[in-house]
């Protein structure tokens, strides 16, 4: 009988989301009349090579989200077993959630919803380390794309510039410390009584070993050149130079 009630919770949670994201893109789009602009300029840069690029596009996504989806996997399978099948669909639903949700909170519980009920809490938990993985991941990258640009196209001198790398490497190495000593900062949290009450759910993520953190870094340094090669097509195909 439980098992029949969790049956239609998902189904009925499924039904929902799918709804919500249906109406979340009609208003975004026809009922402000935005999809008419934007087929008009796609149209008018439209050519062949334009089309092979954004099929390309296309293709690299189950890309991108596969690279993402074993991520998660990696890391949720501290406390449960996941197939990547079953990964790479916590992704979708996450992607989907975080369409209609402010600042993509709806990333962490998209995921979740595939995890059985007494992880999910946990499962949280674990999704915040991936998504500040690739944070820090995308933060280097600026960085050392910042610093490329400005000894190369920055009238900078000598001094400036070394002011520069000076920062930006105590950026780096503040972000990584940050990254593989954050149980610390959960120790000055627990002293507050809401932390403290939930301690269990975080004890999966504190569990990582530094392997454990070293593997999810590697992997959203994977993805990087993935979306990011994406998205220097996208400029290619609507001719933003």
Known sequence: MKENHRKWWRIGAKVTISTILFLTIYRQFFQQKQIISVWEEFSQGFSLQ?????????????????????????????????SLKRAFGAVMSGITLS??????????GGRVLLLQEGNKMAGIALTLVGSLSQ???TTLMGIIGLMVYTLFFSTLNPQEYAILLVLALISVALL???????????????????VQK?????????NLTQWDLTEALLLSIARYPIFSFQYWLLLQVFGIK
Not at 176 to 194: P, R
Not at 199 to 206: N, P, S, V
Request: charged share 15%.
């Open 50 to 82: 334009s089309l092979l690029l954004f099929a390309l596009v296309l293709l690299l996504m189950p890309l991108n989200w596969l690279v993402e989806a074993f991520k998660w996997q990696t890391l949720v399978s501290k406390i449960e077993q996941v």
């Open 176 to 194: 990584l410390w940050i990254y593989y000593h954050w149980q610390n900062a959960m120790q000055y949290l627990q002293k507050w009584s809401w």
């Open 135 to 137: 944070i820090i991941t």
């Open 99 to 108: 369409f209609f949700t402010p600042n993509r909170v709806g990333d962490f």
């Open 198 to 206: 939930r301690q269990r759910y975080w004890q999966a993520a504190k």
